[in-house]
T-cell receptor, first 111, second 114 residues
């Protein structure tokens, strides 16, 4: 059974701080990794994708991937109250097409 | 582009009733998916399609059926609704040709079975 694990939170950070969200996955041959943001009552919104070991930056977001440790993380710099949401980690395995989701981490940014 | 659209937004069914959840995408994506999300849980794949006329089961297909006669549409059919099918249903689509498979989601259908 392929699994994706995330701490459910809530993760609480003050405005302007760095929020660090973590995810581990069980399928060693996974190739593609995604972070989705989901506001309450809304659909998941893709915010980052990463395919190679290392860091990938997009604005205030940085995704980090370590395939040897089967670990992917998302850093949000200068956190804003509008970043308060549930962040879903998702993985696609080798030759796979469907996303396997973690249960999500709830982030709360206080002003 | 409207992206991925879903109808209805909300629906209440009685046990044993049937319904079809509609999903349409206008991005010319070849792959389409149906996921369900239960409270506090991640999304689970019900069915997916790699192109018109081709569908396959996901992790939780029991109680559902799909068809894909066109590139744009991927309806999900619930037969004999049960309380366990109370959930939020998301349709998604992607263009996949062996590389990236970034999936984009519709707004969802919130279904309650009483």
């Amino acid at each position: 059974q392929k699994e994706v694990e995330q701490n459910s939170g809530p993760l609480s950070v003050p405005e302007g701080a760095i929020a660090s969200l973590n995810c581990t996955y069980s399928d060693r041959v996974s190739q593609s990794f995604f972070w989705y943001r989901q506001y309450s009552g809304k659909s998941p919104e893709l915010i980052m994708s990463i395919y190679s070991n290392g860091d990938k930056e997009d604005g205030r977001f940085t995704a980090q991937l370590n395939k040897a440790s089967q670990y992917v993380s998302l850093l949000i710099r200068d956190s804003q109250p509008s970043d308060s949401a549930t962040y879903l980690c998702a993985v696609i395995g080798q030759a796979g097409t469907a996303l396997i989701f973690g249960k999500g981490t709830t982030l709360s940014v206080s002003s | 582009n409207a992206g991925v659209t879903q109808t209805p937004k909300f629906r209440i069914l009685k046990i044993g009733q049937s319904m079809t959840l509609q999903c349409t995408q206008d991005m010319n994506h070849n792959y389409m998916y149906w996921y369900r999300q239960d409270p506090g849980m991640g999304l689970k794949l019900i069915y997916y399609s790699v192109g018109a006329g081709i569908t396959d089961k996901g992790e939780v297909p029991n109680g559902y059926n799909v068809s894909r006669s066109t590139t744009e549409d991927f309806p999900l059919r619930l037969e004999l609704a049960a309380p366990s099918q109370t959930s939020v249903y998301f349709c998604a689509s992607s263009y996949f040709s062996g590389g990236s498979n970034e999936q984009f989601f519709g707004p969802g259908t919130r279904l309650t079975v009483l």
